[in-house]
C-alpha cells in the first residue's frame, strides 16, 4: 500500500562501489538497464544530472543538447517513468573547482550560469519543472579564500538569471553543511529560504531536504522538512539515513535512526504531501560490500521501509496521544510511540 505516494532515485543511486579509499567493485550497469529496474522496485520517476541525462554536454551544441534531452525523454516514456527533477552537476568539471556560481574566477562564474541555462533546456526536453541545485563546491576549503558577503549575493544573482531564462521553473535548493567543501554556503533550509525570499520570484524557489544533510548540520530532519512545508516551500526530499557526524553516507532509510526516519514519514503525512504532486525521493547507496547482482535492494527496502512507517503513522493511537499531551504526560506519551513502534 503506498497511499498516495510516488518515489523516486537517480541513476548515481545504483553504482559501482568506489569510495575515496579504494577503486570500483561491481561492474557498471548502463542507464537503459537502471531504467528497466524502476517500475520493478517501486519507482514511478528519474531524478536527473544534466550530464545524467545528455553525457557530455559540454561537447555539443545547444541545439544538439536539446535533441538528446528530447531522446532521453522518450527513452524514459517508453518505461513507463517520468523525470523528476534536473540538477547541474558543475562539480565534476574543471570550472567547477572552485565552486561554479561563487568562483572567483569570473570566467568560472559565466560558465556556471550558462550550464545553468542548458540544464534548464534539458529539463523542458524531459517535461520537469524543477531544478535542484546542490551547491557541491559553493563554500570553501578556507575561509580566507572567498569573500562570504560576495559570494551570496553571486549566487543570488544566478538564481535570479535561472528564474528569468524560463518563468515556469522551480528551484529547489538542496542545503548540505559540508563534503566536499569545508565549509558550504546554504548549509540549511533556513538559509535556502532566506535567498528564495531575496530571489526575483519567491513563490518558484523552495527546498529539497535530505535526511543526511540535515543531521550532518545537526538538526532534526523531519523539523527541517516541518520548515519548509509550512511555508509551502517542500520542493522535493532525499530520504535516506546517516550514523553520526561523519562522511555522507547516504545509508538505506531508517537504517540508523528507525524513529528519526517515522518521525520523517509523520512530517510529510501531517502535511499530506501526496496531495502537492511531489516525489518522495530516496537518495541511497547500497554498501561497497554488496555483491553485484543484489546491489539494488537498499532501492527497494528504503521504499518498504517507508511504506511500513506510513502503516505506523496512519495506525498511530493518537486519541491516548492527546490524553497524554492534554496531561502534559511526555514520559507516557514516549513509551506510547516506542510501544507503537516495537509492535505487541
Ligand atoms: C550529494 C547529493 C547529491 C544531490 C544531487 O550529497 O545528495 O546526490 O542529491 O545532486
Ligand atoms: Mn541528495
Redesign the pocket.
Known sequence: MAGDYRFSF?P?NIHEGADPFGPTVRPSISFARKLKMYKKLGFDAV?F?DDDAVPDMEKLTPAKIRKEAAAMKKMIASEGLVAEFV?P?LWEHPQGIDGGFTANDPACRKWANERAKRCIDIANALDTRLI?L?L?REGTYIRESKNAIEAYRWLLESINAMLEYDDKIEIAI?P?PN?PTDMAYVPTIGHALAMAQHSVDPKRVGG?I?T??ALLAGLDPSDEMAFALSMGKLFSV?LNDQNGLKF?Q?KSFGAANLRGAFNQVRVLELADYPSTGRFVGL?VKAMRTQKADVAHKHLANSRAVFLRLLEKVRTFPNEIAQDCIAARDYEALEMLVLEHLMGS
Open positions: 537517480g548515481w531524478q544530472h540538477a552537476r535542484v546542490w557541491a538542496e548540505k563534503e529539497l535530505e543526511a544533510h532525499h555522507d547516504d537518495d
